[in-house]
C-alpha cells in the first residue's frame, strides 16, 4: 500500500472532511438532493424466546404470542406498520436458510401453514402477504472473528478460555449495563416495541458493548475483549448492512427490517449515515 495514503488520510480524519454529517444526503457544492431509499427498522424482542442472548427470559416471564389476546394485538401492529407499504422485507435469518423461508412463505400464502411462534412470521410474513410480495430476504450473519479469538475461543479447556468466559458474566461494569424493563407481559406487545424503537433506548443500549467484557484483557494492555466485539457486533451489524445493500432497490422501494432490537444500535446508525438510505422513525408509524 501506498505510504504517502496514510499521512493523506490522517489530514483528512484531522479536517473532518471524511466524517461529515451523517444526516446530510446531498451534495455539498449544489442543491441537488441524492435520491434515497426509505428503511423502517422494526427492533424486536424474540417471540419465541430462544434465550440464545445474554439476556435471558425465565419462562414465567415469558408471553404465548399464539394466544387470542395477543393475535389480535400483532394484528394491530401489523396494519400501524402496513401504512408504511414496504416493498422489500429484511428478517434476521442467515441467508443460507433463504430457500426454507422462501418455501414456508409460499406453503403460507397457499393456506397450507400455520405461522409459529417468531417475529419473523407472525409480523413479517403477515406484511408481506398483504403487500403482495413474493418473498422476504435473510440477511443475518454472525460475523468475523480475528485469528486470536478463534483459537481462543476453540480451547475451552485453556486457561485463558476459562478466565474470558468467567469476565462475560462476572466483572466489574456489570452494574453499567443498561436494562429496559420488560412490558410485554405487563402492557403487551406493542408497548415493548414502543420501548424497544425509542431512540435514546436504542443509544444507552450501545453503551453496553463498550463495556464489560469489551474491557477484558488476559495480558496487560492486549484487545482480547475489543477483538471478542469487534467481531461479535461490530463486525455482525456490517455484514448484515451489507447483505442489505445487497438486495436490488431502487429509491422507489420502501425497505422493512425486522431484527432484535438491540441490532439497531449499529444498524440505524448506518441507515442514517449512508447516502443511499433514509431511515423513518419507527415509533412514528407504531404510536399512530
Not at 7 to 12: E, G, M, N, W
Not at 44 to 51: A, V
Not at 86 to 103: F, H, L, M, W
Request: net charge negative.
Amino acid at each position: 500500500m501506498n505510504r504517502v495514503f496514510f499521512p493523506i488520510l490522517a489530514v483528512a480524519l484531522i479536517c473532518g472532511e471524511m466524517f461529515t454529517g451523517c444526516s446530510s444526503k446531498g451534495t455539498p457544492n449544489d442543491d441537488t438532493t441524492v435520491k434515497t431509499t426509505q428503511v423502517l427498522t422494526l427492533g424486536t424482542f424474540h417471540f419465541n424466546f430462544p434465550n440464545l442472548d445474554a439476556v435471558q427470559t425465565a419462562e414465567e416471564d415469558q408471553i404465548d404470542v399464539l394466544l387470542p389476546e395477543y393475535q389480535k394485538e400483532i394484528e394491530l401492529i401489523v396494519e400501524k406498520l402496513l401504512v408504511f407499504q414496504p416493498t422489500i422485507i429484511a428478517i434476521e435469518c442467515e441467508p443460507v436458510y433463504q430457500s426454507i423461508i422462501d418455501s414456508l412463505y409460499n406453503q403460507y400464502l397457499l393456506g397450507k401453514y400455520q405461522l409459529r411462534r417468531d417475529e419473523d412470521e407472525q409480523i413479517g410474513f403477515r406484511i408481506a402477504k398483504a403487500m403482495g410480495l413474493r418473498k422476504l430476504y435473510c440477511v443475518d450473519n454472525f460475523g468475523n472473528f480475528t485469528e486470536n479469538i478463534v483459537s481462543l475461543l476453540n480451547d475451552e479447556e485453556s486457561e485463558e478460555f476459562l478466565f474470558f468466559a468467567n469476565s462475560f458474566y462476572n466483572n466489574a461494569d456489570s452494574s453499567k449495563v443498561f436494562y429496559r424493563e420488560r412490558l410485554f407481559k405487563t402492557k403487551g406487545i406493542l408497548a415493548e416495541l414502543i420501548q424497544c424503537n425509542d431512540e435514546e433506548n436504542i443509544k444507552e443500549d450501545l453503551g453496553t458493548y463498550l463495556i464489560g467484557i469489551f474491557k477484558h484483557e488476559y495480558s496487560p494492555n492486549d484487545y482480547t475483549g475489543v477483538d471478542f466485539e469487534t467481531g461479535r457486533w461490530f463486525n455482525r451489524n456490517l455484514r448484515i448492512f451489507r447483505n442489505i445493500q445487497r438486495i436490488e432497490s431502487d429509491p422507489s422501494d420502501r425497505i422493512l427490517v425486522i431484527f432484535g432490537s438491540a441490532h439497531l444500535n449499529i444498524l440505524n446508525w448506518l441507515f442514517d449515515c449512508s447516502p443511499e438510505y433514509t431511515i423513518v422513525k419507527t415509533n412514528d408509524f407504531l404510536r399512530e
